[in-house]
């Protein structure tokens, strides 16, 4: 059974576009003890959206969990897990948080009632919702 996730990124450290530029991307860098939990839950095949942090605040692509967890080689820390990722696309519409705010259906998801947490579940149900969102 697939997983579904939002990972945030501060675009002017590394955007959707770099994703797209380089085709995949270790997901590294998460410090926080949830956000390192959830990483640890993620496997191969999941998907996520990448969510712009910052000015931004907004969904902007979509993106494919391409190995299961594991030890950051260069975190010197065996509790600091990372997936892989690749880039599906970019999404035809960015999804503001302002508008996910808006819909009840998203009251429980992790971007809007833990904001400053950079990886977060979502449902299927909310998944296909933000995708459906995203086409206009």
């Not at 990972?7 to 949830?34: F, H, I, M, Q």
């Not at 995708?131 to 206009?136: D, K, S, V």
């Amino acid at each position: 059974m697939a997983g579904y996730w939002i990972l945030k990124t501060e675009p002017t450290t590394y955007s959707y576009a770099d994703l797209e530029s380089e085709g995949s991307t270790r997901w590294d860098g998460v410090r926080n003890n949830l956000a390192l939990k959830h990483i640890r839950t993620m496997r191969l095949g999941d998907r996520a959206f990448i969510y712009h942090s910052g000015k931004e605040k907004a969904l902007v692509g979509e993106a494919r969990i391409i190995t299961d967890p594991y030890v950051d080689p260069d975190a010197g820390d065996p509790k600091m897990y990372v997936v892989d990722i690749e880039a599906v696309g970019a999404l035809p519409a960015s999804v503001p948080l302002a508008a996910i705010k808006a819909d009840g259906a998203f009251a429980d998801l992790g971007l809007v009632r833990q904001g400053r947490l950079s990886v977060v579940p979502a449902t299927k149900v909310q998944y296909d919702r933000l995708r459906r969102m995203a086409r206009g």
